[in-house]
């Protein structure tokens, strides 16, 4: 079975195909060298052209060749049939949750056997949620909790902190996640933050 996934217009365009049990995986980032090649600050809408052409350069992308397509996006058939000239069938397109995706990528690769919970918090995704709770339970994911996107989310919380600092959000978090490696405990810091963020039963707030 062959699997494409396509990720457009978001952060981090990309495609990857399954063939079995073997995986391909393209950024754009390594052909453009932007990272995460996005750009909100200049409404740039970016697509994964240079991997989805090297994909089918060696892999001979068509309807013919593909089971099915795995994206987070409605509309990917067109997309792929309006830029890459690439006409698949929409029957074969299958809609994969924002949410579920991270949550199957860090459950499945993690080689968890018993009754697993998995907590995925970001800054906001399918049907304005920003964040859900599941509980894997025989290789299966079950939805057990989400957080509603009228409420602060942890990962709203890290881009905004990211553009303080400086940095550009949706694009420069990591860079923040390594610098905090390198840094030490601070009582004045900890006093502020601990003083405007709070947390209760549904989200993080701030005061």
């Known amino acids: 079975m062959r699997i494409l ?4 217009p978001v952060h981090d365009a990309s495609v990857a195909l399954l063939d079995d049990n073997n995986i391909i995986c393209l ?3 390594r052909h453009t060298r932007i990272r995460s090649y996005i750009d909100y600050h200049r409404n740039m809408i970016t697509f994964p052209t240079f991997s989805f052409r ?3 350069s060696i892999e001979n992308l068509s309807n013919d060749t593909i089971d099915y397509i795995a994206s987070c996006n409605n509309n990917i058939s067109d997309f792929i049939r309006d830029i ?14 924002h949410h579920l995706a991270h949550a199957a990528t860090a459950y499945y690769w993690s080689g968890f056997e018993e009754d697993t919970l998995v907590v995925v918090l970001d800054g906001g995704a ?5 964040g859900r709770f599941y509980v894997a ?3 299966n994911l079950h939805e057990v909790h989400n957080l509603s996107g009228d409420y602060v989310s ?6 905004l902190l990211t553009e303080f600092l400086g940095f550009k959000r949706a694009k420069d978090e990591g860079k923040i996640v390594g610098m905090s490696s390198h840094g030490g405990y601070d009582d004045f810091l900890y006093s502020f933050f ?10 993080l707030l701030t005061s």
């Open 84 to 97: 890459y000239g690439v006409d698949i069938d929409k029957s074969k397109c299958i809609k994969v949750d």
């Open 126 to 130: 399918d049907n304005n949620m920003t």
């Open 137 to 139: 339970k025989g290789g």
């Open 54 to 56: 090297h994909l089918q």
């Open 194 to 203: 601990n003083d405007i963020l709070k947390v209760d039963e549904q989200s």
């Open 154 to 159: 942890f990962g709203g919380y890290y881009i």
């Open 5 to 8: 996934s396509v990720n457009i």
């Open 27 to 29: 950024e754009e980032e």
